[in-house]
C-alpha cells in the first residue's frame, strides 16, 4: 500500500523530537513492506535554524519530502493558507515519482485541517491521528476555538484516530465526530530490561520530560523534598530542557534537596533507554497528558511508575505495573513514592515489560492501522 504521512516536520539532529510520533509510525509501516512518503510542512520561525524551500531525502525506509518556511506566529487562517499550498506542491512531487498514495495520513489538528482541505484538489483517502494534549486541558484559554477549528478539519477526514480513550472522549462529545483509539508506538527495541541487578545504593526515581508548567515538575520537586525527610536513602534524576530549568534548580536549592535531586539536561532515547537499567521507580506528574510515551518506554523497560491520572496513563498504569495519583495532589504524590520505595523490587518487571511491548510494540500498532487502512480503501472498491 502507497502510504503519505503527513507532519509539521521531521526530527533533527538539533530537535529530536520534531515529528517524531509520525516519523515513528512511518519507519513501522514502511519495515512491513508499505511503501510510505513523508510530506513535512515545517513553518517554523528563524529561531529554528533549516534548509528553506523544498528538499528531498530518505531515512529509515522512508522517502521525506520536506517543505520549509520561516513563517512563525501568523494568524490561523495564514498559517493555513501556506500550509496548504505547501502540501500541495509537495502532493504534486509525490504523484510525480509514480507513488500515489492509497491512503494520506495526517497528524495533529493544524496538519488534518490543512490535508481536508487539499483533499477537496485532489480526491485522496485521508485519515487523521490527533495527538494535541490542550484539547484536555480543560483550563485552556483558546480551548472552544481550537475545538472549533479542529471539528472544521475533522469533517472531511474518513477515519480519526486519538492516541488515548480519554482524548477520544472529548473529540467524540466535543467535536462530534466518531473516532477510534490507535496508541503511539513504543520503541521496544531500545527500551529493554536489564538483567542486571537494579538496586546500586539509593532508591534511584527518575523522570523525563521538558522543563514546561504542563509537566509539573515543581509539585514533584516540592513531593520528593517531603518524601526524603521521611527517607534519607532516596535519590530523582531529572531529565529534559526547558524555559523553567533555573526557576527549578533555585527550587531545590530552597528546599534543601541539591544532594537528592539533580537536573541532568536533556538526554536522548539511548541514554534513557541505558537509565532505565538502574532505575527503581519513574515518576512524571504531568498536569495533562494525551498520552505519555515516556511513560510507555519506563515499562517496557520494566520500570514500574507513579503517574497522574492526566488524560493518557489510564489506558495502560494499573496496580500490576505502578501507581495513579490525582493531577496537583502532593499528599498523593508523597504516599506514592514511600510507597514505592517499600515496594518497587516486588514488580514483575519482566512481566511489565512484555505486556507494555505486547500492546504498544510496532508490529501491534501497524496491524491496526493496516485494518483500518483496508476499511477505507475498501470502501470504493
Known amino acids: ?50 534548509t528553506h ?15 520549509s518556511l520561516p513563517v512563525g506566529g501568523v494568524p490561523f487562517s495564514l498559517y493555513q493558507w501556506i500550509a496548504c499550498r505547501c502540501l500541495s506542491y509537495l502532493y504534486k512531487k509525490v504523484l510525480m515519482d509514480g507513488n500515489k498514495p492509497d491512503v494520506v495520513h495526517a497528524h495533529f489538528y493544524d496538519m488534518i485541517y490543512c490535508a481536508a482541505n487539499v483533499k477537496k484538489k485532489f480526491g485522496y483517502k485521508l485519515v487523521g491521528t490527533e495527538h494535541f494534549s490542550k484539547f484536555i486541558k480543560k483550563d485552556y484559554g483558546k480551548r472552544s476555538l481550537l475545538i472549533k477549528r479542529a471539528s472544521k478539519g475533522y469533517k472531511n477526514v474518513d477515519r480519526l484516530f486519538a492516541v488515548s480513550n480519554s482524548l477520544a472522549d472529548v473529540i467524540r462529545i466535543e467535536c462530534q465526530k466518531e473516532i477510534y483509539v490507535v496508541h503511539n508506538i513504543a520503541d521496544v ?79 536522548d532515547r539511548t541514554k534513557i533507554a541505558e537509565n532505565f537499567k538502574f532505575t527503581d521507580c519513574f515518576i ?24 497522574t491520572r492526566c488524560g493518557g496513563p489510564e489506558d495502560f498504569v494499573s496496580e500490576e505495573n505502578g501507581v495513579l495519583v490525582d493531577c496537583g495532589s502532593k499528599e498523593q504524590a508523597v504516599a506514592a513514592i514511600l510507597k514505592m520505595c517499600d515496594c518497587c523490587e516486588s514488580y514483575d518487571r519482566e512481566s511489565i515489560s512484555e505486556d507494555i511491548k505486547r500492546r504498544f510494540s510496532p508490529d501491534t500498532i501497524v496491524s491496526q492501522l493496516e485494518q483500518h487502512y483496508q476499511i477505507i480503501v475498501g470502501k470504493d472498491q
Open 1 to 50: 500500500m502507497n502510504i503519505l504521512v503527513v507532519s509539521d516536520g521531521v526530527p533533527k539532529p538539533d530537535r529530536k523530537m520534531m515529528g517524531l510520533f509520525a516519523f515513528d509510525q512511518a519507519k513501522a509501516l514502511a519495515s512491513k513492506g508499505h511503501n510510505v512518503c513523508i510530506a513535512a510542512i515545517n513553518l517554523r520561525s528563524f529561531r529554528y535554524k533549516r
Open 284 to 307: 512524571l506528574l504531568s498536569s495533562y497528558e494525551t498520552f505519555g510515551v515516556v511513560y510507555i518506554e519506563a515499562l517496557a523497560s520494566g520500570v514500574p511508575v507513579i503517574a
Open 189 to 267: 527495541n531500545t527500551f529493554t530490561v536489564s538483567n542486571s541487578k537494579v538496586r546500586h545504593g539509593a532508591i534511584k526515581f527518575v523522570s523525563v520530560g521538558r522543563l514546561s508548567e504542563q509537566k509539573n515538575f515543581s509539585l514533584l520537586i516540592d513531593a520528593f523534598s517531603e518524601a526524603c525527610k521521611i527517607r534519607k536513602d532516596i535519590c530523582l534524576e531529572i531529565y529534559g530542557s526547558g524555559e523553567l530549568k533555573d526557576s527549578l534548580e533555585d527550587r531545590i536549592k530552597a528546599n534543601g534537596v541539591s544532594d537528592n535531586i539533580k537536573l541532568c539536561g536533556f538526554a
Open 53 to 67: 524551500g523544498f528538499t528531498k531525502s530518505v531515512r529509515d525506509g522512508v522517502t521525506i519530502y520536506e517543505y
